[in-house]
C-alpha cells in the first residue's frame, strides 16, 4: 500500500515580487518529481540544499500548493483534502521554532495535544510516554528556553508524535546537532519506524544518515529526483569504480583527473571521486608540481556520495 503519492510535481516561484507592469520570473524549485512512499517505509530525500527538499515537504504537509501535477497523502489529496490530511500527519521542520521557549516541555505539549482535542486523561498519559521516550521526563518542568539545541529538537519530535500521526515528516532532523545528539535522534527515528510502524518521509544532505536510516532513498537535485533506489542498490552504480579520497594542502583548484573537492576544513581539501588505478600516481604528480602537499590518498569503499558525484559532477554540498 503507498501513503504517499507523487506524481509529475511542479512548484514555481516568482523571483522578484510581482508588481504592476513588471514582468514575473520565475524559478522552478520542482520540476515534475514523482515518487511512493509505502505504508511502513522510512523514505529518505537525499540533496544538497536548494534541491528542493524542503519544497517537497511542506507540499505534502499542506502549507504549500503545488504549480501542477499531483500529491496524495494517505490517499488523499493535498489540496482539496488539507484539513483531513493534517490531522492524520505531523511535522518536525527545520530550522523553525516550533516550540514556545518560554513555558516548560509539558506544558508545550500539553497545549498541542489541545490543539488535537486529546482528552485530559488521555493527553497526559501521552505526554508522559513521549518525554519518557526522548528522555525528558526527568526536565519537564524545566523551560524550553533553558534546554539544549539537541533537547528542544527531541522536544520538537515529541510535539509531532502527540497526536499519533499516521505519517510522520522529519526535515533535516539532525542539523546542526551535536554528534550524540544525532546519534539520539537516528535512533529514535528508526525505532519510531520499526516497533510503532509509523510511516516516515525524511530530507537530508548527510549521506551516512540517509545510509544508515532510510529504507528507500530519492536523490533529489536542482529540483529533480535524478536516482531512487535502496542505499545498496544505488550504490551499485558505483561498485565496480575505483572511489579515491585525496586530502590536500594549496589545492590548485583544478585537476585534469575529474575529481571532485568534497570538502574544505582547516585549509585541507578533500578530493573524491573514481579513478583507474594507473591514474593515480599520475594525480599524485600533478598536485606536487602544482604545488601542493598531498597528506594522504586512500582508495575507498563507495558511498552515495560517489553516486552523486558520478550522477551530477559534483560533491553533494556544493
Known amino acids: 500500500m503507498n501513503v504517499i503519492e507523487v506524481r509529475n510535481l511542479r512548484k514555481l516561484y516568482p523571483k522578484k515580487i510581482p508588481l504592476p507592469f513588471r514582468k514575473v520570473e520565475w524559478f522552478e524549485a520542482?520540476?515534475?518529481i514523482t515518487f511512493r512512499v509505502k505504508k511502513g517505509e522510512l523514505f529518505g530525500l537525499l540533496g544538497p540544499n536548494g534541491a528542493g527538499k524542503t519544497t517537497t515537504?511542506?507540499?505534502l504537509t499542506t502549507l504549500l500548493e503545488p504549480s501542477s501535477g499531483e500529491a496524495k497523502v494517505l490517499g488523499l489529496d493535498v489540496v482539496k483534502d488539507a484539513r483531513e490530511i493534517r490531522k492524520r500527519i505531523n511535522l518536525v521542520a527545520e530550522g523553525e521554532r516550533t516550540l514556545y521557549w518560554r513555558l516548560t516541555a509539558y506544558e508545550n505539549l500539553r497545549y498541542f495535544a489541545s490543539i488535537y482535542y486529546i482528552p485530559r486523561r488521555e493527553a497526559e498519559k501521552r505526554i508522559e510516554e513521549l518525554l519518557k521516550m526522548v528522555g525528558l521526563w526527568d526536565r519537564r518542568n524545566d523551560l524550553v528556553m533553558n534546554y539544549s539545541r539537541g533537547m528542544k529538537q527531541r522536544l520538537a519530535i515529541a510535539k509531532a508524535l502527540i497526536n499519533d500521526p499516521e505519517v510522520l515528516f522529519l526535515d533535516e532532523p539532525t542539523l546542526g546537532l551535536d554528534v550524540q545528539s544525532a546519534v539520539f535522534v537516528r535512533e529514535l527515528v528508526r525505532r519510531l519506524v520499526d516497533e510503532e510502524g509509523k510511516t516516515v518521509l525524511l530530507t537530508t544532505h548527510y549521506m551516512n544518515e540517509a545510509e544508515e536510516l532510510c529504507d528507500r532513498i530519492a536523490i533529489?537535485?536542482?529540483g529533480k529526483i535524478i536516482a531512487l533506489n535502496t542505499p545498496e542498490g544505488l550504490k551499485r552504480?558505483?561498485?565496480?569504480d575505483t572511489i579515491v579520497e585525496v586530502r590536500v594542502r594549496n589545492y590548485p583548484g583544478v585537476n585534469p583527473f575529474g575529481l571532485v573537492k568534497?570538502?574544505?576544513?582547516?585549509?585541507?581539501?578533500?578530493l573524491r571521486g573514481s579513478l583507474e588505478e594507473e591514474e593515480i600516481p599520475k594525480l599524485v604528480e600533478f598536485l606536487v608540481k602544482s604545488n601542493a602537499k598531498v597528506l594522504s590518498v586512500e582508495?575507498?569503499?563507495?558511498?552515495?556520495?560517489d553516486v552523486f558525484?558520478?550522477?551530477t559532477g559534483r560533491g553533494l554540498r556544493d
Open 30 to 32: 520542482l520540476k515534475g
Open 57 to 59: 515537504i511542506k507540499i
Open 220 to 222: 533529489i537535485d536542482h
Open 237 to 240: 552504480m558505483v561498485r565496480n
Open 262 to 270: 568534497v570538502d574544505d576544513r582547516n585549509g585541507v581539501v578533500i
Open 299 to 305: 582508495v575507498k569503499e563507495p558511498t552515495l556520495e
Open 309 to 311: 558525484i558520478k550522477l
